[in-house]
């Protein structure tokens, strides 16, 4: 019965992997003169998506201990208007503005995880409170569209070039083109292999699957529910800061309107990666897959150019509603052989 | 002691406080801004129509009224929210609209068919959209939120391409009537008045009141005991996409255009909090239909009324939110055990100074 559990999640997690390739040699084979094979493109989605993959690792974590956190696209909204505002009215440093905002992150999380761990209030409804909150703190700050230019140091850094020394091709004018990746690229992988191995090797990280798995039997084990649960949602926020400063390191500017539905970018990178909304089961790798899976949709839409670009948007929802259909296929089947 | 706890254990005690409150609210603003005390209260005739504070309130209040009595029925049913009612409402504005201004058309004064047409053409595609989160909820069995998320991201965007990226503007005064004036009266009121008075017949009339209360607090049994669980859960949600479909053609009719991105923005969350507001536990089971109609207009008075003391619409969300949490928190378990608690330590210990 185990073996087989494993099996039907992992086919999910293969499934994801084998669309991504399948969608992105697709592109190649059908936009090979708009550039499509070059590395470059594959790193461009990498880049901007730095940011939706940090967050899209904070929201696996907490849909494993089986909630869900919808404030993270207002959140980053608030830390990319808190950094501009910051730098560019306030004249602030910019290292310490982005410890301020990690700290925000924080105080964020423990306040939506406490009252989801300790007062049992459904983590929708509280997540949603804060997504209003954080939306609305936003427009307290500033109401304008802020563009951070005056800062130099926060300037280098979103300028930084990373090289990389093989995929190099000469362009359509003959210059050399050696493909790069920004900071936020590194920052956002690290950001991933580090919650992978917390998931896998450490106390918290197989606490937060038990809860997800059963509640009661995991308050039996004696492990502390309640506060597994506020430890997630300060993860989740905290890992959507980070996300919210490779954000703000992309589009250089704050404004009310910025990432607006990202949390469901997140939700639905979470969900085609594999990892059950019931929770205990998922894992950060195949949210990466989920997120390169929603920067090749948006890359191809953009490619076309025809195309309106909400179709990316309706070609998200139906892999979404495709995999939830499978994860409930999988979950009848299981239910069955019992 | 125990007339206090009579009255605050009402089940709707909460709405109807809150209500009061932001009333109390209006009145001091209009004493401390030196006008009328009463000025929310009056109504007068200007125009030819009805006009005053209350008026606006009932008026504006309609669409998340008619929300709520399909949110009400969906949260008692499934225990979850269906969050896709806003985009859901912006795809019925924009396809009514495009039937009757015809594809590709940005802006017309006359009709391409009948309006009545246009505008069962989409509050059908509504309902087609409730019957789609309502299979994948009762017969699939996935999480209602996570289920209606699909079509929360992908209604708007469809919308948009039935309207070709484009607002689309229809000028034609029978369509304007929707969101407009009936006589006197605005139309929006009668429209959400003879919705809830359907639906509060059909409920008291029928068992279907009884059942979908009874599918909430236990969706096993209820099978056991002969009831097609399944079938009431998924009639719920057809019932939440009727209404938001009623509710984007009224939100398209007051703009006279299909503005795919504006329409419906947020009011999933007003709908949620009317029913919260109303005294119903999200957690299914028990439902007060007319606790989630007065939610409803509460949460438009307090909308109205930060817009009249100078709140932005930008930064209202930090209010609402702060009265969300200060809500769910009252309804909270651990939090009614705790104050319980308190009070019989409290009487313990006026007992032993009695003693």
């Given at each position: 019965?185990?073996g ?7 086919l999910?997690?293969l ?5 991504f ?14 550039g499509?094979?070059?590395l470059?493109?594959f ?9 939706l ?7 696996t974590?907490?849909m494993?201990?089986?909630?869900i956190?919808?404030?993270v ?6 830390d990319c ?10 004249g602030?440093?910019a290292?310490l ?7 925000i992150?924080?105080?964020?999380g423990?306040?939506q ?10 983590p929708f409804?509280?997540?949603?409170a804060?997504?209003?909150?954080a ?8 109401t304008?569209q ?10 280098n850094?979103?300028n930084?070039k990373?090289?990389?020394p093989?995929?190099a091709?000469?362009?359509s004018?003959?210059?050399?083109q050696?493909?790069f990746?920004?900071i ?14 917390m998931l896998?090797y450490?106390?918290?990280g197989?606490?937060?699957y038990?809860v ?8 039996m084990?004696?492990?502390d529910v309640k ?5 997630a ?5 905290f ?6 400063i490779c ?8 404004s009310v309107?910025?990432?607006l539905?990202l949390e469901m970018?997140?939700i639905?990178?979470?969900?085609i ?7 205990g089961?998922?894992n950060?790798?195949g949210?990466?897959?989920?997120v390169?899976?929603?920067g090749?949709?948006?890359?191809l839409v953009?490619?076309n ?8 948007n309706?070609?998200v929802?139906?892999l979404?509603c ?6 409930s296929?999988?979950a ?5 052989k019992? | 002691m125990?007339n ?6 009402m ?5 109807i ?11 001091l ?6 006008n009328?005390?009463l000025n929310f209260?009056?109504?007068?005739i200007r ?18 009224a ?11 049913a499934s ?10 409402m912006?795809l ?10 015809g ?14 047409a ?9 309902c087609?959209c409730?019957?789609?989160?309502g299979?994948l909820?009762?017969?699939?069995n996935?999480?209602p939120?996570?289920?209606t ?8 965007a ?6 070709n990226?484009?607002i689309v ?7 304007k009537?929707i ?10 009121i009668?429209?959400a ?5 359907i639906?509060?017949?059909i409920?008291k009339?029928?068992?279907?009141g ?5 599918v909430?607090i236990n969706?096993r049994?209820?099978r ?12 719920c949600y ?8 009623i509710?984007?053609?009224v939100?398209?009719?007051r ?15 007003d709908?949620?909090?009317s029913?919260a ?25 307090i909308?109205?009324t930060l ?22 928190t009252?309804q909270?378990?651990p939090?009614?055990a705790?104050?319980?608690k308190?009070s019989a ?11």
């Amino acid at each position: 019965m185990k073996g087989k559990k494993i099996n039907s999640n992992t086919l999910l997690l293969l499934i994801t992997i084998a669309l991504f390739f399948v969608m992105y040699i697709a592109g190649c084979v059908v936009y090979a003169n708009k550039g499509f094979t070059h590395l470059q493109t594959f790193l461009n989605v990498l880049i901007n998506n730095a940011g939706l993959l940090c967050v899209a690792c904070g929201m696996t974590c907490v849909m494993l201990t089986g909630g869900i956190d919808i404030s993270v696209g207002s959140l980053i909204a608030m830390d990319c208007m808190f950094l501009a505002v910051g730098m560019e009215r306030w004249g602030m440093s910019a290292p310490l503005l982005c410890l301020l905002v990690l700290v925000i992150g924080l105080v964020f999380g423990a306040v939506q995880g406490f009252c989801i761990g300790y007062l049992e209030i459904q983590p929708f409804i509280v997540t949603m409170a804060g997504m209003f909150f954080a939306r609305g703190m936003t427009a307290v700050i500033s109401t304008d569209q802020v563009s951070i230019s005056s800062n130099q140091f926060f300037v280098n850094l979103a300028n930084m070039k990373f090289q990389i020394p093989f995929g190099a091709y000469t362009n359509s004018k003959g210059v050399l083109q050696i493909p790069f990746v920004r900071i936020t690229v590194l920052i956002a992988l690290v950001v991933l292999v580090v919650v992978f191995l917390m998931l896998r090797y450490t106390k918290f990280g197989r606490s937060l699957y038990a809860v997800g798995g059963n509640e009661q039997s995991a308050t039996m084990m004696g492990l502390d529910v309640k506060r597994t649960k506020l430890k997630a949602y300060m993860l989740s926020s905290f890992l959507c800061s980070i996300g919210g400063i490779c954000y703000c390191l992309n589009t250089m500017s704050g404004s009310v309107q910025q990432a607006l539905g990202l949390e469901m970018d997140a939700i639905s990178s979470a969900v085609i990666g594999g990892t059950l909304l019931t929770g205990g089961v998922g894992n950060v790798i195949g949210s990466f897959f989920g997120v390169l899976i929603n920067g090749t949709i948006s890359t191809l839409v953009k490619t076309n150019g025809k195309l309106l670009s909400s179709w990316s948007n309706i070609a998200v929802a139906a892999l979404l509603c495709f995999f939830i259909v499978l994860q409930s296929i999988f979950a009848k089947i299981k239910e069955s052989k019992k | 002691m125990s007339n206090v706890k009579k009255i605050t254990g009402m089940r709707l005690f909460l709405p109807i406080f809150c209500m009061v409150l932001v009333m109390a609210v209006n009145i001091l603003y209009d004493v401390a801004s030196g006008n009328f005390a009463l000025n929310f209260f009056t109504i007068s005739i200007r125009n030819g129509v009805l006009y005053g504070r209350l008026i606006d309130i009932l008026n504006r209040g309609s669409e998340i009224a008619i929300l709520a009595i399909g949110m009400t029925l969906v949260v008692s049913a499934s225990a979850g929210t269906d969050i896709s009612v806003g985009s859901v409402m912006s795809l019925a504005a924009s396809f009514c609209c495009m039937l009757l201004a015809g594809y590709g058309v940005s802006s017309t004064t006359d009709l391409a068919m009948p309006l009545i047409a246009g505008v069962l053409g989409g509050i059908l595609l509504a309902c087609v959209c409730g019957a789609f989160n309502g299979f994948l909820v009762a017969y699939l069995n996935v999480q209602p939120m996570v289920a209606t998320l699909i079509l929360y991201s992908a209604a708007r965007a469809i919308g948009l391409l039935l309207c070709n990226n484009l607002i689309v503007y229809v000028r034609e005064d029978s369509f304007k009537t929707i969101g407009g004036y009936l006589g006197f009266i605005p139309t929006p009121i009668v429209i959400a008045a003879v919705c809830v008075v359907i639906v509060a017949v059909i409920l008291k009339k029928t068992a279907l009141g009884l059942y979908i209360q009874s599918v909430g607090i236990n969706k096993r049994a209820s099978r056991i005991a002969g009831l097609n669980s399944s079938r009431i859960i998924f009639l719920c949600y057809v019932v939440c996409g009727l209404g938001a479909g009623i509710a984007g053609v009224v939100a398209a009719s007051r703009i006279s255009s299909a503005d795919s991105n504006n329409i419906g923005l947020n009011y999933e969350l007003d709908a949620i909090l009317s029913v919260a507001l109303g005294g119903n536990s999200l957690g299914g089971g028990k439902f007060n239909l007319a606790g989630s109609i007065i939610g409803a207009y509460t949460i438009q008075a307090i909308t109205t009324t930060l817009y009249a003391l100078g709140v932005s619409s930008d930064v209202a969300p930090v209010y609402k939110a702060i009265i969300v949490i200060i809500i769910v928190t009252i309804q909270a378990p651990p939090f009614k055990a705790y104050m319980k608690k308190r009070s019989a330590k409290k009487a313990l210990a006026k007992g032993g100074a009695a003693a």
